[in-house]
C-alpha cells in the first residue's frame, strides 16, 4: 500500500476526500464514526486527547479505543493473546518530505518476567 499511503499523505483541500480522490475501500469502524482503510493489516481506531503547538505544526496525541488486526499479520501468544506480527506487517514511516523509513533490522530478547526473577541477591 506503499504508494496509495503516500498518494494520501498530500495537502488535499477539506472538502476533497483522500479516501475517493485515490480509490481507497473503506470500512467500518467499531468505536469511532469515522471509517478506517479496508486494506490495512492494522487499525487503530482514536479519540483526541490533547492537541500540543509544536512550532509551525501540532502534535496530535490520541487516545486508542479499538485495536483491529488482520489475521494475515495476527500471532497467537500464550495464553490466547493476539499480536500483529512485525516482520508480517512490514511497517512503512514517514520520515518528512519524500522520505520513508522501513523496517531495519530486528532484535529479540526475551524479557523475564517478575514472577521469574530473583528477588535475593
Known amino acids: 500500500m506503499f504508494e496509495v499511503i503516500n498518494a494520501t499523505s498530500t495537502d488535499y483541500p477539506p472538502d476533497v476526500s483522500e479516501f475517493d480522490a485515490e480509490g481507497v475501500e473503506r470500512e467500518a469502524s467499531v468505536t469511532v464514526a469515522p471509517p478506517r482503510v479496508a486494506d490495512s493489516p492494522v487499525a487503530l481506531e482514536c479519540v ?24 494475515s499479520v495476527a500471532r497467537v501468544l500464550e495464553g490466547g493473546r493476539i499480536h500483529p506480527e512485525i516482520e508480517a506487517l512490514a511497517p512503512l514511516s514517514r520520515l518528512g518530505r519524500d522520505q520513508w523509513g522501513l523496517l531495519g533490522e530486528i532484535r529479540r ?13
Open 109 to 121: 530478547i526475551r524479557r523475564v518476567p517478575f514472577s521469574e526473577k530473583r528477588t535475593a541477591r
Open 48 to 71: 483526541l486527547h490533547q492537541v500540543i503547538p509544536m512550532g509551525d505544526c501540532h502534535l496530535v496525541i490520541g487516545e486508542v479505543k479499538h485495536v483491529a488486526v488482520s489475521e
